[in-house]
C-alpha cells in the first residue's frame, strides 16, 4: 500500500522568517536595524535634513551622523526625549543612548 502524506498548512513567509531569526539570535538585532529606516519619521524633517542614523551597535548605542558640531551639541542635549521616542512602543531593539557623529 502507498503510504499517505499528512497535509501540511502553508505557513506565511513573516512566521518562517521571525522563526528563524529567534533560533538565530538575531531577532534583537534586526528590531535594532529598524530603527535606521524609521529615524526621519522619528524625528521629523527638520532633525532629519541635519542628522542621519547610520547603525546601531549590539549593546544598543545608536550612531547618528550630524552636519556639524552646533547640531551635535543642540541634539545631545535633546537625546533624552529622542531615545524616548525611538523606543516608544518597542518590546526588542531598544536603543540605549545616541553618539553624534560630526561630518560627512
Known sequence: MP?????VKP??????????LQRAGL???VAQAGVIAEWPAIVGPDVARV?????VTPD???LVRVRS???????????HQIIA?????????????????VGA
Open 3 to 7: 503510504q499517505t502524506r499528512k497535509a
Open 11 to 20: 505557513a506565511r513567509v513573516s512566521e518562517v522568517l521571525a522563526v528563524y
Open 27 to 29: 531577532t534583537e538585532r
Open 51 to 55: 542628522a542621519a542614523a547610520e547603525a
Open 60 to 62: 544598543g548605542v545608536l
Open 69 to 79: 558640531s552646533a547640531w551635535a551639541n543642540e541634539l545631545s542635549l535633546m537625546a
Open 85 to 101: 521616542r525611538v523606543n516608544a512602543g518597542r518590546t526588542t531593539g531598544r536603543i540605549e543612548r545616541i553618539r553624534w557623529l
